[in-house]
């Protein structure tokens, strides 16, 4: 079940967001060594869990968790450009200890409803290219992104 953020499930959702990107972080020290990863992401064990947070201390209303059996699960955070039409899926994770399948697709169609309850005429999501993000782009995928601009960055040492 996906319901509206409450702000006791804080503890839990920026726990599970720290969780679920540590193999991501893994990946990026590879990539980058350690010394550059360190620079671009020194606190990389709680900062998902801080991203979470800010969001949810700035924008409660854009917060969702995804509950089942009474244990919060999973959580997704988004924006709204009404500008523009667009809503925007941020920062979104299911616990990587859940077990249970399809979390992450009940969390995307809850807010595709929001999204065009407020009058959105697009969904956007970003994500990287890496195999640290291949189970995220093929739920995205799955979700009905269809849609697809890529994008690299660049490094090097000096």
């Not at 201390?57 to 500008?83: K, M, N, Q, W, Y």
């Not at 992450?104 to 999204?115: D, I, K, T």
């Not at 890496?130 to 992104?145: M, Q, T, V």
Request: charged fraction near 30%; aromatic fraction near 8%.
């Amino acid at each position: 079940m996906v319901r509206p953020y409450k702000p006791t499930d804080l503890p839990t959702i920026m726990d599970i967001g720290n969780r679920a990107w540590r193999p991501i972080f893994d990946m990026y020290d590879r990539i980058r060594g350690p010394e550059l990863a360190r620079l671009i992401t020194p606190n990389r064990s709680t900062v998902k869990g801080e991203q979470v947070r800010a969001h949810a201390e700035r924008s409660p209303e854009t917060l969702l968790v995804c509950e089942e059996a009474g244990r919060v699960v999973g959580f997704i955070t988004f924006h709204l450009d009404r500008d523009k039409g667009i809503g925007t899926i941020g920062n979104n994770a299911v616990d990587p200890e859940c077990g249970l399948k399809g979390m992450g697709q009940q969390m995307y169609q809850a807010v595709f409803e929001r999204f065009r309850q407020e009058g959105m005429r697009f969904a956007k999501v970003t994500t990287g290219l890496d195999e640290a993000h291949a189970r995220a782009r093929r739920a995205y995928e799955r979700a009905g992104f269809n849609l697809r601009q890529e994008d690299i960055t660049y490094y090097r040492t000096l």
